[in-house]
């Protein structure tokens, strides 16, 4: 399939691993010039270097809006943004903390939004842009063991919503993508009191 984005700058969040590095290597695949960011250089390093095409790489803070606005810029008015990050830590309603909230929203709200911010004005100005903001299946079914989770991750998918109609004159889209569980441990985590059943409903 050809997705004409061959030759597109693509900056992808967190794309060393998982849904990340995945987002990369498909991007890779169309021709994209991308440019993921990690938190470890090492990390990093090897990512781009496994996924070839001239995959650059960036060390980045995405745990809150600063470090997320940060990357894009140093990735240089990307065309496509994939958003990706840490997801808040674990805690039921009562178990979290107030700190853990606050830093659940740090994370997979308000760097997601500096991240949009940063990328729309070139998107715009050129006339074409694509946003995918990868977020959770949080936002559709809360998990009983991610409550600061289940707090912060509605946001995106309701801003993102509205990039298109802020450009509605140009070609700029914005989608955001909810998934279930891809990492062992964080399902572990996230269902350790659900039963099979329920979990088949999830």
């Known amino acids: 399939m050809d997705l004409g984005i061959e030759g597109k700058r693509a900056a992808v969040a ?23 960011c990690g938190s470890d250089a090492g990390r990093a390093e090897a990512a781009a270097r496994a996924l070839g095409g001239g995959t650059e790489w960036l060390v980045a803070d995405l745990s809150g809006p600063e470090g ?6 140093r990735a240089g008015e990307p065309d496509i943004l994939v958003v990706n990050g840490p997801g808040p830590a674990p805690g039921t309603a009562l178990s979290a903390s107030l700190a853990d909230y606050r830093a659940g929203v740090d994370r997979s709200l308000l760097a997601v939004i500096a991240m949009c911010q940063a990328a729309v004005p070139g998107m715009r100005a050129q006339g074409w842009g694509r946003i995918v903001a990868i977020t959770s299946l949080a936002v559709r079914q809360p998990y009983p ?17 509205r990039w298109p109609a802020r450009s ?35």
């Open 14 to 36: 967190a794309g060393t691993a998982g849904l990340g590095y995945a987002s990369a290597a498909a991007l890779v695949a169309e021709g994209a010039r991308v440019t993921l």
């Open 145 to 161: 063991n991610l409550a600061p989770s289940n707090a912060a991750r509605p946001g995106p998918p309701a801003s993102c919503a």
């Open 168 to 202: 509605r004159r140009t070609a700029s889209r914005s989608t955001p993508s909810c998934p279930a569980c891809t990492r062992p441990r964080v399902c572990a985590a996230s269902t350790a009191k659900v039963t099979p059943r329920r979990w088949t409903r999830l």
């Open 68 to 73: 997320a606005e940060e990357f894009v810029r």
